[in-house]
């Protein structure tokens, strides 16, 4: 990433079909008859805290087995690029050498510092996390609640584990809300990193969860993201990963159904000070000053392609996304495009996924969205349809007389730092006196690559415009990891 903190930040030691006419077509549900019948599933300091950070008894774990075994090959080989492109420029640090200047052959290698309860968040630091709030440090037992972050699964079976690890629970005395922290002393920095990634690896693709953001952080470690994931339940978690050296600390954030989501500035900043305890025994990066940017998430399956934590649902708490797996495209679209969606002139592949919402009572028959992938053998050929298309849009209602189309610019950010635009459309059809049909639409054109989707609410059952603009700002994503 051409971005990297102000402050280098300082060691702790060395280391249709065409329809080319413009009467509206019926509303078509978003499989096509022609579509696969059987979709995939996506489904401390000196105020000493109180011993609640408990050390938890070394788990079985199998958090290098899981990543490489687990997971498909091109979603791991995506991982670590995006890994290596969220990380700040590596420091310049002094070498570690005797009193001499020379290192001694002869000296004995030590055992690494041990992880300890001092170096976790303490309750003062949180005091800024959110106004009018104090918390309290719990024991886990007293709560009920887990010492299991959201969306990761900490234990395994079998494979490498952590030397050591500690957490600590606070929960705050106002709007229910609860802080974890995690933090884990593995045996070398490689191992601290497989874990680190492993982990992302988990919470980017949550089960049953919605991912709403994601944060690069620079000036607080050697590596740090923050994903905010909205769970099953409607609960909102700010998850804060940072590797220092061979330590890997989580800290979870979590907030009820329908409360704001902790500011993942105020995380961070709340973290800062345990950083700087855990960087010196971890051999790692030490905090200068921290800041953070908004990233593309980590990539999931399929790649290049919308994933299910990529999708809301429109019922709280119903509904499950299913998916066909990309084929050629057979697509109407909302009749404003005019030109063939199924052989779009110029590219030279195109590809077409499905995925539809189900177990939802609300939900009309074969409500969902149609993503199609066109290829460019340059980035003009991209550029120069989407133009096309929106010249298309644009006129569209004057063209047909039965179309009402309504326009609005997204922006994403994307791994290197830049903003991927992208445009929305809202077409409602006139199909008869009393009837209309709706259309949400977006289209972008990123890099050699033209990405369309198509959605086919009703007037009782829609996305809301800042769903479906996140929604085609998170396809132009994860099309760049193609």
């Known amino acids: 990433m051409n971005e990297t903190d102000p402050v280098s930040p300082r060691r702790a030691d060395d280391d249709p079909q065409a329809h080319t006419g413009d009467a509206a077509a019926p509303r078509r549900p978003a499989a096509s008859p022609a579509s696969p019948t059987s979709p995939v599933e996506i489904a401390g300091p000196a105020d000493a805290e109180p011993k609640g950070a408990a050390e938890a008894p070394r788990p079985r774990r199998r958090t290098t087995a899981w990543l490489v075994g687990g997971v498909a090959a091109l979603v791991v080989i995506g991982l670590i690029v995006w890994s290596v492109l969220q990380q700040p420029a590596a420091p310049t640090a002094a ?264 177990n939802d009572p609300k939900a009309p028959e074969g409500f969902g969205i149609d993503e199609a992938v066109y290829s460019y053998a340059k980035a003009s050929g991209a550029s120069d349809m989407a133009k096309q298309l929106a010249k298309n849009f644009d006129g569209c209602g004057e063209r047909t007389r039965t179309a009402t189309v309504k326009d609005a610019s997204v922006t994403a950010p994307a791994t290197n730092g830049k903003d991927l635009k992208a445009t929305s459309y809202l077409v409602t059809q006139r199909v008869s006196e009393a009837r209309t049909v709706t259309f949400r639409v977006g289209i972008a054109a990123i890099g050699d690559k033209l990405v369309y989707l198509l959605a086919n609410p009703s007037d009782k059952f829609d996305f809301s415009d800042d769903a479906w603009k996140a929604i085609v700002g998170r396809a132009t994503q994860r099309v760049t990891q193609s």
């Open 95 to 358: 070498p570690s050498v005797s009193d001499s200047g020379t290192p001694s052959p002869s000296a004995s290698v030590s055992q690494p510092p041990a992880l300890t309860d001092a170096q976790l968040i303490a309750t003062t630091e949180l005091a800024k996390v959110r106004t009018k709030t104090s918390w309290t440090v719990q024991a886990p037992a007293a709560t009920g609640v887990p010492t299991q972050p959201a969306c990761v699964e900490l234990s395994a079976t079998g494979g490498a584990s952590p030397d050591a690890e500690l957490n600590r629970l606070f929960t705050a005395a106002k709007g229910d809300g609860t802080i974890l922290q995690v933090v884990q002393a593995w045996p070398d920095a490689t191992s601290a990193t497989t874990a680190f990634n492993a982990l992302l690896t988990q919470a980017g693709s949550c089960t049953d969860g919605l991912l709403r953001s994601a944060d690069r952080v620079t000036g607080l470690a050697d590596a740090a993201t923050v994903l905010t994931v909205q769970t099953g339940d409607g609960a909102t978690h700010t998850l804060l990963f940072v590797r220092s050296g061979r330590f890997v600390s989580l800290v979870d954030g979590g907030v009820p159904a329908g409360a704001d989501a902790l500011a993942v500035n105020a995380v961070v900043t709340a973290s800062r000070a345990s950083q700087g305890r855990q960087c010196g025994p971890a051999s790692g990066t030490c905090p200068t000053n921290p800041n953070t940017v908004g990233t593309a998430p980590p990539p999931t399956e399929t790649i290049g392609w919308l994933a299910w934590v990529d999708l809301p649902r429109v019922t709280s708490g119903a509904g499950t996304w299913t998916a066909t797996e990309p084929l050629a495209p057979k697509l109407i679209g909302s009749q404003c495009e005019n030109v063939n969606l199924n052989k779009l002139s110029g590219a030279t592949e195109s590809l077409h996924r499905t995925y539809l919402l189900t």
